[in-house]
């Protein structure tokens, strides 16, 4: 089983529509990201959240928010979804350690309509 | 300067060549680095970390240079199967363990026939 799970992993929604993307992982790190990603614009951070108390914004939150439910879980919400927000959204965890490395879950790719 | 830089490509190569990319980074503090590869809508996968003066794994070397701020992927021997997109990853402030990763954009390559 993989150690990051992503859902859905494909959804097509039309503009003003609510959209929550979920994520889980066995890992057993405290720490998870989401990350949008573009073509020609690589990997950008919307949120990350070090605990289950603490969520802090990316460079670029806006229209977007977030839900640690536990720590194995990080769900990513778009209140009201906009064409701008079709992307390609991967969720990721980390250990405490400076040496640790990141792990992706597989990606959700989203069309909003 | 931005925090990391990498040269989009394409590189193109024939099957069997050496070819490799370069990441300059600008925090003089970071300590550890990553390498990540990414296929075509798939998730970034770990590569290569590179703590101090360089890594090696079979065709695959990850060299460090702190004077100048950049590490270097070389690969030796090139396959189809290494076309991908090679991502450059950075810890923006040293080697805490708290801090989020900062992922170029990355360099793309193809290995043709």
């Known amino acids: 089983d993989a150690d990051v799970t992503q859902t859905p992993r494909n959804r097509i929604t039309k503009t003003g529509k609510r959209i929550m993307l979920e994520c889980s992982q066995t890992k057993g790190h405290d720490r998870m990201y989401w990350y949008r990603q573009d073509p020609g614009l690589g990997l950008r951070l919307i949120y990350y959240s070090f605990d289950v108390k603490d969520i802090n914004k990316g460079e670029i939150s806006d229209g977007y928010s977030v839900s640690r439910q536990a720590q194995a879980k990080f769900s990513l919400s778009l209140e009201s979804a906009i064409p701008n927000q079709t992307a390609l959204y991967f969720c990721a965890t980390r250990g405490r350690l400076g040496t640790d490395t990141q792990y992706f879950g597989p990606g959700t790719r989203l069309t909003v309509l | 300067r931005k925090e990391v830089e990498q040269d989009p490509g394409p590189f193109n190569v024939p099957e069997g060549a050496t070819v490799a990319f370069n990441c300059t980074y600008s925090?003089?503090?970071?300590?550890?680095f990553f390498w990540y590869r990414q296929d075509c809508r798939k998730e970034p996968k770990l590569l290569m970390s590179v703590y101090s003066s360089g890594n090696e794994d079979g065709r695959f070397t990850a060299q460090l240079n702190r004077a100048s701020q950049y590490i270097s992927l070389l690969i030796r021997d090139s396959k189809l199967s290494d076309s991908a997109t090679y991502l450059c990853?950075?810890?923006?402030?040293?080697?805490?363990?708290?801090?989020?990763?900062?992922f170029g954009t990355g360099t793309r390559l193809l290995v043709s026939p």
């Open positions: 925090n003089s503090a970071s300590q550890s």
């Open positions: 990853v950075v810890p923006p402030q040293g080697n805490t363990g708290f801090q989020k990763l900062v």
